[in-house]
């Protein structure tokens, strides 16, 4: 009687889209349905080892790739290495094919820098300069509006990935657009306007961007956009307040370059671990994009001057 | 028996909380005997199921029970 002999070899591969447990589950799953045995399976590598028929590897890698786990290539395995934050500058920068929703995103925030800075301008000429400590706002004024560009940037950024921001990339995503937001917020208004509407203000900007950039991944990510808009709206309100008269504008210059740098951070993450969006998948034209920025700036610039004043504020 | 007849029936479930919990979702409860279709929503926790063997909706529960998830 002739046998029939199978040749079980061990296979490792590294796939990209492994987020969670159950990711580890579907993959498991997948190599179980085929006769094979998971030997080792990490979410956070992708790294998956198993055991299987030789015959069957074909069909369990068409299985993942079905279910939207792939191997990595070599593109893959180069972007997933932090050290090529430096790749991705200089991509940026010479507006490469595969920055291009980024690249898209920069020629809207020229623009964008330009419309606020029209409308701040106006602003400042029309109502505040002629109050009699008019030019104490114009540090501020400044400021609001590169946090104004920044923020519509960034939220552009992390919403033209969508649904496919996995649960533990959302979570990061909802906390750094609740976060930094809200501090840069908060800071502002709580140096012009004092702890109580800076909190407000900066709290309230946070947890709706927190929010509203978190929820793609579901109901952890905009619970954690709105703890960090929280906590952020009220710290960045008490930094300045604490710091009224230690250097606040010096102070504030280098938490706004911090804060810039954490949300190119969050850029570069979601380009890391996602992949190249096309700028088809913005969902923005210049005109909304920069429309966005002068409403956002004017009307931190309204808050600052017409709103209510602590006891203790800068100007 | 059901029969030939399909029955569409919504359950409320606790836990999901990405696409990959939909996947899983949908990949357990179509290997249920009886299940025509399925559709998960990880947002609203919704599992859309369409079955025409009228003890396959037990079986659904456990299936997703056992991968952790809580039918309310």
Redesign the interface.
């Known amino acids: 009687m002739r046998r029939r002999v199978t040749i079980s070899n061990e296979y490792r591969l590294e796939l990209r889209g492994m ?2 447990g ?2 580890e ?2 993959i498991e ?1 997948i190599v179980g349905r085929n006769g094979g045995q998971t030997q080792e399976i990490d979410a956070n590598s992708g790294v998956v080892r198993f055991t299987c028929d030789e015959n069957a590897v074909s069909r369990i890698k068409k299985e993942f790739s079905d ?2 786990f792939v191997e990595k290539s070599e593109d893959d395995l180069a972007r997933g290495n932090p050290e090529h934050i430096f790749t991705y500058i200089s991509d940026i920068v010479s507006a490469a094919k595969n920055v291009e929703a980024e690249a898209l995103l920069i020629n809207y925030s020229v623009a964008g820098i330009l419309a606020t800075g029209f409308a701040l301008a106006a602003a400042y000429f029309l109502m505040i300069s002629k109050a009699a400590n008019g030019s104490a706002y114009v540090p501020f004024l400044f400021l609001s509006g590169l946090c104004s560009v920044s923020i519509i940037y960034s939220y552009n950024n992390a919403k033209c990935y969508g ?1 496919n921001i ?2 533990t990339n ?1 979570m990061m995503v909802g906390m750094i657009m609740g976060m930094i937001p809200g501090f840069m917020v908060g800071a502002i208004i709580g140096a012009t306007n004092g702890m109580f509407m800076g909190s407000v203000i900066g709290m309230a900007v946070g947890i709706v961007l927190g929010v509203k950039a978190g929820k793609s ?4 990510g905009a619970m954690e956009g709105v703890m960090a808009g929280l906590m952020a709206g009220i710290m960045g309100a008490m930094t300045s307040v604490m710091m009224l008269n230690d250097n606040l504008i010096a102070f504030l210059l280098i938490l706004f370059a911090v804060c810039g740098a954490m949300l190119f951070g969050m850029s570069y993450l979601l380009h890391r671990e996602i992949g190249a969006r096309d700028g088809s998948s913005l969902g923005t034209s210049m005109a909304k994009f920069s429309a966005s920025c002068a409403a956002l700036g004017l009307l931190l610039a309204l808050i600052m001057f017409l709103g209510p004043k602590g006891p203790l504020t800068f100007i | 028996m059901l029969g030939d007849v399909e029955v569409e029936k919504t359950i409320n479930v606790l836990g ?6 939909k ?2 979702i949908e ?2 409860v179509l290997e249920v005997e009886g299940v025509q279709g399925v559709e998960a929503d ?2 609203s926790g919704k599992v859309v199921v369409k079955y025409s063997d009228e003890n396959a909706m037990q079986k659904i529960k456990d299936a997703i029970e056992k ?1 952790g998830y809580h039918i309310k």
């Open positions: 987020t969670c159950s990711c589950r579907i799953r279910k939207g649904k996995s649960c959302g991944c579901g109901i952890m | 999901m909380h990405c696409k990959s919990c996947i899983l990949d357990v990880f947002e991968e």
